[in-house]
Structure formats: C-alpha cells, structure tokens
C-alpha cells in the first residue's frame, strides 16, 4: 500500500492559490483551511481506498468546511493528489493531468 503522497505542480499551485486567498481575508480562517487539507492527507494516506472513485482512475475527498475536493489517483509507490479543486469553479479542468 503506498505510503507517501506528492503533488501534480498544478495541484500545489492551487493549494498555495486557495490557502492565500483565505488567509487574505481571515488569518484564522486561512489557518483553519490549511489543517483541514492537513486532515484531508492524513486520511487518504491512512486508508486510499475509502475514498468513491471518481473521473479517469482518480478518486475524491471532499472537504467539509470548505468547497473544495482533494483529487487524488493511488500509483503502486505513490499516491498523487492531481487537484485541490473549488466544487463550483471550472469543473474537471485538471483532467489532463
């Protein structure tokens, strides 16, 4: 079972994007988005596989603060988070990763 997890450079931008913009707003609230992608790794990491399939060999965590998934796709040494997407902007953009 893989055990570590890397970021599609696209996937960490908008990561770094997301984490900014609320931070901007609200320090706190930024800090609590950060632990709750924290939380999200953790969990995939702990158990992949408990996640529901989703699109093109890849499954999705859904936060439940905020209105965005964690893409990722489980590899046999890696797991790759492909996406940090908003649930209601550009849907499956990052499908070509």
């Known amino acids: 079972m893989p055990r570590r997890?890397?970021?599609h450079p696209e996937a960490l931008a908008e990561l770094v994007a997301a984490a900014a913009w609320y931070r901007e707003r609200?320090?706190?609230?930024?800090?609590?988005?950060e632990a709750e992608i924290d939380r999200a790794i953790a969990r995939i990491l702990e158990a992949p596989e408990r996640y529901p399939a989703y699109v093109d060999?890849?499954?999705r965590y859904l936060l439940?603060?905020?209105p965005y998934a964690v893409v990722?796709?489980?590899g046999n040494r890696?797991?790759?988070i492909v996406a940090v997407a908003h649930g209601r902007r550009r849907p499956g953009h990052?499908?070509?990763r």
């Open 57 to 59: 060999d890849t499954r």
């Open 64 to 66: 439940r603060r905020f």
């Open 5 to 7: 997890i890397g970021f």
């Open 72 to 74: 990722y796709r489980i």
């Open 78 to 80: 890696y797991i790759e």
């Open 26 to 33: 609200n320090p706190a609230t930024g800090a609590a988005f």
């Open 94 to 96: 990052w499908r070509q």
